[in-house]
């Protein structure tokens, strides 16, 4: 007997046990327990023989600082594979908790969702990472026997430009009678930074993570991966999604990539390329601002509309693409400070792309956060690094009333505690999300793809579901997945990592 084959009949006697304890049982006063122990011998053995698949070759996965790390490697449907089996309790507990959230803004259906995955965005997905997604539903069955299927995750991976972009452009084209108020979201505070603002002239990145705490809070994953095609990438992400999405990440190419959305973004379009899709590939296969910009452009259906903010390590480069619908725009520099905090910029993409927004109301989030980035980075000229990076992404001084106050108008956001919320996306007052997570790193760590990471809030401050929820029974229904949000500390990850002994 080989050793596939001793492995074969191994798992053939468990199931063969599996069948006889459930067998035995039936019709015995004790059937049930033995009816769960027949289930919970299948599911041993099923993970016994999935354990030993090849695909899982090279992978590995460990935990530090409230962070779960994984290392994917190989052909598309084995890296698939690999993020499925890793992460299938973590897919399990965020898809639920995601599409809940989903359904409920959009008064919307889960099939409705799988639907719009289906027929609009699976078409237009490259072959590579469909054959990814397809490994991700392989992997998760494989070990936890998940009833998820590539529809269900191919929606789910959409979870940032189908409820918010397809969905209200939808409602539009229909004239739909009572549609819910959708907004495109206010996802995060960031900047970066080179030449004679930062302390030795390389470039500095920094980005904090700003969503419901729902979502924000399995926003865990540091997923280092080696493709069998393109670059090597470090980068954040969401189980189950094969993009960073909150997008903070390098490439072993030298590219720096990081965003934040665009306010009251409106425009969708149906025959375009999903945004999940486009930022991964970008990532992946871009060396340089131009091919970054380029992959962006190519198929851009408007979903997750975002400011990207670049580097390139190689070149000392920094850019800002302001990348719209019917607009885009492209700034570029060797030396400056670049920010984000929800706002466009430029004249045309306002006028086209997020008409609504206002620049001048001086007391909203994205505009109060854009004046202390001002402020901040100017203060810090010259000597910005990546410990003063972490200090401001837990920053809360409120621009609009000169104070101190942790709000939703600080670059560390904490809307939960803000009687106003963010009407410009919908949060109503005392909405449970802000900056869930702040990552940062410099060309010299990128190098060496490295960078820092703390879950929760970056000021350290905690979350805490139940007495939130006794204060403010208007979001009982968040009641199910709503977890402590509780901060851990400054964490370096790197490619190629292995748990500490
Ligand atoms: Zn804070």
Redesign the pocket.
């Known amino acids: 007997m080989n050793d596939s084959m001793r492995r074969g009949a191994a798992i053939l006697l468990l199931l063969l046990g599996g069948a006889a304890l459930w067998w035995a049982g039936n019709g015995a006063p004790a059937s049930a327990s033995a009816n769960d122990a027949m289930v919970a011998t299948m599911a041993a053995a099923r993970e016994r023989a999935a354990a030993n698949d090849p695909r899982l070759k090279g992978a590995s996965r460990f935990e530090e600082g409230g962070w779960i790390y994984v290392h994917l490697e190989g052909d598309p449907g084995a890296m698939g594979y690999q993020h499925g089996y890793l992460l299938a309790p973590e897919i399990e507990d965020g898809f639920a908790a995601v599409s809940a959230g989903m359904m409920h803004s959009t008064q919307r259906d889960w099939e409705f969702f799988r639907k719009a995955a289906h027929e609009m965005l699976w078409p237009k997905i490259d072959a590579e990472y469909q054959q990814e997604l397809q490994g991700i539903v392989e992997g998760l069955r494989a070990r936890s026997g998940s009833k998820l299927d590539v529809d269900d995750i191919v929606a789910f991976n959409a979870f940032e430009e189908l409820p918010d972009y397809y969905v209200p452009w939808l409602n539009k084209q229909l004239k739909a009678a009572n549609a819910p108020n959708l907004k495109s979201p206010g996802n995060c505070s960031a900047f970066v930074a080179a030449g004679s603002w930062t302390k030795d002239g390389q470039i500095v990145m920094a980005h904090n993570n700003w969503t419901s705490y729902r979502n924000g809070e399995r926003w865990r994953i540091v997923f280092d991966m080696a493709p069998k095609s393109g670059y090597r990438m470090l980068m954040d992400g969401f189980p189950g999604v094969i993009a960073s999405d909150d997008d903070f990440g390098i490439n072993s190419d030298g590219l720096m990539v990081t965003e934040t959305t665009i306010t009251q973004f409106e425009g969708w379009d149906p025959n375009g390329k999903a945004e999940f899709v486009r930022a991964r590939k970008a990532l992946q296969y871009a060396g340089s601002i131009d091919e970054y910009t380029k992959i962006m452009l190519d198929g851009n259906n408007g979903g997750y509309a975002n400011d990207w903010l670049l580097g390139d390590r190689k070149t000392g480069e920094i850019a800002q693409l302001e990348l719209g619908l019917k607009a885009y725009k492209l700034w570029r520099t060797k030396d400056g400070a670049l920010s984000g905090s929800n706002w466009a910029r430029d004249p045309k993409v306002l006028k086209v792309d997020a008409p609504e927004f206002d620049p001048g109301n001086k007391e909203s989030s994205p505009n109060a956060r854009r004046e202390r980035w001002d402020e901040l980075l100017k203060e810090n000229k010259g000597k910005i690094d990546v410990a003063l990076a972490e200090k401001m992404l ?1 920053d ?1 001084t409120d621009s609009a009333e000169k104070k101190e106050d ?1 709000n939703e108008r600080t670059l ?1 956001g ?1 809307v939960d505690g803000s009687a106003r919320g963010v009407k410009e996306w919908a949060w109503q007052a005392y909405y449970p999300g802000g ?1 869930v997570q702040g990552k940062a790193t410099d060309a010299t760590m990128a190098k060496e793809m490295r960078f820092m990471a703390r879950m929760g ?3 350290g ?1 905690d979350f805490l579901a139940k007495p939130f929820l006794a204060a403010h029974p208007e979001f009982a229904w968040e009641e199910p997945y709503l977890r402590d949000m509780k901060a851990g500390p400054w964490t370096e990850f790197r490619s190629g990592q292995s748990a500490k002994e």
């Open positions: 837990g809360h942790a560390c904490h900056a809030h970056p000021c401050g």
